[in-house]
């Protein structure tokens, strides 16, 4: 109930292609879901985050899209970079930030030029 | 300069010593968690404590003990009891009521 699934386990994209990465969740409490970028040795550092009510939400090159009726949510990063290499975690939250985060397993990304 | 600070950055322990872990906040933030970093397992909780001398366990607790005396600050002691203790350990803070959470740069410990 308190999982959250993360897809894949690992993705190479080309350098200017589309990285997605994909969540899923049951906990239907659950209030709020960012997406962590980690770098290698580094502390896990917040990249982007939605709330439910809404479906979409960009920050230059990255977006989420949320899937309310699906309990799904995915990060896109456009025009990827092979700076953009590191390690990303979904997570989600609930009881409005009264309760730690519960976290995907991660993916691995690496944009090769 | 404001953040969250772990010390040290790399820890190297003998098998069946206790080690402690430090982490420090100057943001004011209420809330403070540990993390346990594992090659493909994620982030996953050891110890939260949303208020001073007040802490609760994780997902994963056993062979940990935290205090946490001052709001600022929340040491991890990993003792000899924890089985597989080689791990990134990550310190995160919060404010209470607040969705977001921010991370410290990890201690990386190896016990041989």
């Known amino acids: 109930q308190q999982q959250v699934k993360q897809s894949p386990q690992s993705l190479i994209v080309q350098k200017g292609g589309i990285s997605i990465i994909n969540c899923a969740y049951e906990?239907?409490?659950?209030?709020?879901f960012p997406w962590y970028q980690q770098f290698p040795g580094k502390g896990p550092a917040l990249l982007i985050a939605?709330?439910?009510?809404?479906s979409e939400k960009k920050e230059g090159r990255f977006t989420i899209s949320f899937n309310k009726s699906a309990k799904q949510f995915s990060l896109h990063i456009m025009d990827s970079q092979p700076g953009d290499s590191a390690t990303y975690f979904c997570a989600a939250l609930w009881n409005s930030g009264n309760t730690p985060l519960v976290f995907g397993k991660g993916t691995r990304l690496s944009v090769i030029a | 300069d404001g953040g969250i600070t772990q010390s040290p950055k790399y820890l190297f322990r003998k098998e069946g010593q206790n080690v402690t872990l430090s982490c420090e906040q100057n943001?004011?933030?209420?809330?403070m968690y540990w993390y346990r970093q594992d090659p493909g397992q994620g982030l996953r909780l050891i110890y939260y404590s949303q208020i001073v001398n007040d802490f609760q366990k994780g997902d994963i607790a056993e062979g940990y003990s935290v205090s946490r005396e001052k709001k600022e600050s929340f040491p991890l002691t990993v003792t000899s009891a924890q089985k597989n203790p080689t791990a990134f350990y990550l310190c995160a803070s919060s404010f209470l009521g607040a969705y977001e959470q921010y991370f410290g740069p990890g201690t990386r410990l190896t016990v041989t």
């Open positions: 906990n239907t409490a659950f209030d709020y």
């Open positions: 939605i709330r439910p009510d809404v």
């Open positions: 943001l004011n933030h209420d809330a």
